[in-house]
């Protein structure tokens, strides 16, 4: 780990444009379950009331649940040492930005400000009426289904099954992809189309990648440095090894 440690650390000190991509390990330690896998909310949820279109036909059924999970409960989760560690490396001109699979805005709290949102953020309500945003606030979800000033409905602002990526953080993500010489994956098993496609496109323009999980992923036998354990831990030894303040 030590070696390891030394060589991640290089590799930061040695990049002119380095990219962290996260998925939902960096949130576990802040109480959000990953969604897929062993233990992962779908294997104990249905996630149809996710699908967009069920959705769109029993919108107060799903907005109950909705509210219940990414609102209620996850919506009281605090930034970890991780994402505190991800923003410090930001002030210090060591990470140019964030590109994240999660949608609990705990990377915004923490004070990355360059944050990619690739399946969108819970913070925000869409009218599927209108189009307009809103940022939710404590009386948004106090009727449901919640309605747009229009008469439209709100869903949040974060992709649905049946839905695309937002073309604007598909184009940020591409573009971070070809530019960054070191991608920095931090919680991603790798298995969700199409982001994880994202890092193996950096790696493939010469990017040299760092991962960091508690197990081997998809990204490991592509990875420079792989650093095993949670992220919370090895995210503070990476902060620690270039002197930084977590």
Same mark, same amino acid.
């Given at each position: 780990? @030590?070696? /390891?440690?030394?060589?991640? $650390? %290089? *590799?930061?000190?040695?990049? #002119?444009?380095?990219?962290?991509? !996260?998925?939902?390990?960096?949130?576990?330690?802040?109480?959000?379950?990953?969604?897929?896998?062993?233990?992962?909310?779908?294997?104990?949820?249905?996630?149809?009331?996710?699908?967009?279109?069920?959705?769109?036909?029993?919108?107060?059924?799903?907005?109950?649940?909705?509210?219940?999970?990414?609102?209620?409960?996850?919506?009281?989760?605090?930034? @970890?040492? /991780?994402?505190?560690?991800? $923003? %410090? *490396?930001?002030?210090?001109? #060591?990470?140019?930005?964030?590109? !994240?699979?999660?949608?609990?805005?705990?990377?915004?709290?923490?004070?990355?400000?360059?944050?990619?949102?690739?399946?969108?953020?819970?913070?925000?309500?869409?009218?599927?009426?209108?189009?307009?945003?809103?940022?939710?606030?404590?009386?948004?979800?106090?009727?449901?289904?919640?309605?747009?000033?229009?008469?439209?409905?709100?869903?949040?602002?974060?992709?649905?099954?049946?839905?695309?990526?937002?073309?604007?953080?598909?184009? #940020?993500?591409?573009?971070?992809?070809?530019?960054?010489?070191?991608?920095?994956?931090?919680?991603?098993?790798?298995?969700?189309?199409?982001?994880?496609?994202?890092?193996?496109?950096?790696?493939?323009?010469?990017?040299?990648?760092?991962?960091?999980?508690?197990?081997?992923?998809?990204?490991?036998?592509?990875?420079?440095?792989?650093?095993?354990?949670?992220?919370?831990?090895?995210?503070?030894?990476?902060?620690?090894?270039?002197?930084?303040?977590?």
């Amino acid at each position: 780990m @030590n070696e /390891a440690l030394a060589r991640a $650390a %290089a *590799l930061l000190r040695e990049a #002119r444009h380095a990219t962290a991509f !996260t998925g939902a390990g960096v949130s576990v330690e802040s109480g959000i379950p990953p969604f897929r896998g062993p233990g992962g909310l779908w294997s104990r949820v249905d996630p149809a009331f996710i699908e967009i279109g069920y959705f769109l036909e029993h919108p107060a059924e799903s907005w109950r649940r909705i509210k219940g999970i990414f609102y209620d409960h996850f919506g009281q989760a605090q930034p @970890n040492a /991780a994402h505190f560690g991800l $923003a %410090a *490396l930001e002030a210090a001109g #060591r990470l140019r930005s964030v590109i !994240t699979q999660n949608i609990d805005d705990l990377h915004q709290q923490a004070g990355s400000r360059e944050v990619i949102e690739f399946h969108g953020s819970s913070r925000w309500l869409l009218c599927l009426e209108c189009g307009r945003r809103e940022a939710v606030h404590a009386g948004s979800l106090a009727a449901l289904p919640p309605r747009c000033g229009c008469g439209g409905l709100l869903k949040p602002d974060f992709i649905f099954f049946g839905e695309g990526i937002p073309e604007k953080s598909l184009q #940020r993500s591409y573009q971070e992809a070809a530019q960054a010489d070191l991608f920095l994956v931090i919680g991603s098993s790798g298995e969700v189309q199409p982001a994880c496609q994202i890092p193996v496109l950096a790696r493939n323009r010469g990017a040299k990648l760092i991962e960091i999980n508690p197990h081997p992923s998809h990204f490991t036998p592509i990875a420079d440095v792989f650093l095993q354990g949670p992220a919370t831990k090895a995210v503070s030894e990476l902060i620690k090894e270039l002197g930084l303040r977590n």
